[in-house]
């Protein structure tokens, strides 16, 4: 039997989801790594099976969770598409898994986060119809946002009079939807200086109860501690990484020792969530991550699925270099405080 008859044996196996025949073909030397003329991967045909024992079977061989076929689509889009939750499932724990090993291994200095942001905050942006663009014509935000806006400004700011924070003001749209609840103070932090420059150009500072603070947040905690603490706190920058995002959550929720931003208890924060925004499967593991990673430092975050009804193709993303978020539904994050 040639090398060529065994991969092709080996998809095969993974597509009727034959676990022990997989095992072995790969015990027979069969290369795992083969894939088809679509480049779908074994795992890509063991997602698709259904087989949840042959899906970790083939990620224990060495495949990648998130390998991607010539489409782009992932593993865990074959699974979804035969409903296939078992192997889904999977994928996701892999996925997980492979992460928090890769934090570990692979922690990115905060002085190279600390660059590219300072990179972004250096180069012009470009307000331009229903988008706000970098300089390299990425998308930093975009009005197909507005409803899953209203619907964080909702979260965050249950009942007029409060004190709300929002970290990012972007094109405005959290802002404007919170103002419309009448908070009693209404903190805004911005660190691009064309968009603070925006701000105030359209008024933002004289508005009842705004105060601005223009800078990064990293650099004007004390500031914006002394302003809190917030009934209510949304988090949506641009320029970061979500190591950023654990670093904001850390300091938002006293992990060095000091006052937390979010009033305890009763308070409620929210955040952006465009992790992983181009496949749903990626989506899902960082969901669960950054879920882990608020549990540890006492903050409950329940996911409401919000179905879009904005048509993501083409034209969404006319004049955009790289599209942030290309899947159909929403995780919408409410964050409080655990029980004791």
């Known amino acids: 039997m040639s090398d060529a008859t065994k991969e092709a044996q080996l998809l095969a196996a993974c597509h009727a989801g034959d676990c022990a025949r997989v095992r072995e073909l ?15 991967t074994a795992l890509h045909f063991a997602a698709a099976s259904g087989s949840a024992e042959t899906v970790r079977l083939v990620l224990e061989a060495g495949i990648p969770w998130n390998a991607l076929d010539a489409g782009s689509y992932t593993a865990g889009d074959y699974a ?4 296939h939750g078992a192997a889904y499932d ?11 090993v890769l934090r570990m291994l692979n922690k990115e200095p905060a002085e190279a986060r600390a660059a590219a942001n300072e990179d972004y905050l250096a180069q012009p942006v470009e307000y331009s119809g ?4 970098d300089a390299e014509k990425n998308g930093v935000m975009m009005s197909w946002e507005a ?9 965050v700011c249950a009942a007029p009079g409060g004190a709300v924070l929002n970290v990012g003001f972007g094109m405005g749209i959290v802002d404007a939807a919170l103002q419309a609840r009448q908070p009693g103070r209404h903190v805004i932090v911005e660190a691009h ?15 009842p109860g705004v105060h601005i603070v223009f800078g990064r947040w990293q650099d004007k905690l004390a500031e914006i501690r002394a302003l809190g603490p917030y009934d209510g706190i949304f988090f949506d920058t641009f320029g970061e990484f979500y190591q950023d995002l654990d670093d904001f959550h850390r300091a938002a929720f006293a992990a060095d020792g000091a006052e937390p931003l979010l009033r305890r208890p009763g308070g409620i924060y929210s955040f952006f969530n465009g992790l992983g925004g181009d496949h ?3 989506h899902d593991v960082y969901c669960d991550i950054v879920c882990a990673d608020l549990r540890a430092l006492g903050i409950d975050t329940q996911f409401a699925r919000v179905a879009s009804d904005v048509v993501m193709d083409e034209a969404t993303w006319k004049g955009v270099k790289r599209p942030y978020w290309m ?7 409410t964050c409080t405080w655990a029980r004791e």
């Open 327 to 333: 899947i159909k539904s929403y995780n919408l994050p």
């Open 193 to 207: 200086p064309d968009v603070y420059q925006h701000m105030v150009a359209e008024g933002w500072a004289a508005r």
């Open 26 to 40: 790969v015990a027979q030397g069969a290369e795992v790594f083969v894939t088809d003329e679509t480049g779908r």
């Open 280 to 282: 749903k499967l990626f």
């Open 90 to 100: 999977e994928l996701v724990q892999a996925g997980i898994r492979a992460e928090m």
């Open 80 to 83: 979804e598409a035969g409903g």
């Open 130 to 133: 229903d988008k706000l663009l």
């Open 147 to 155: 409803p899953l806006m209203e619907l964080h400004a909702q979260a």
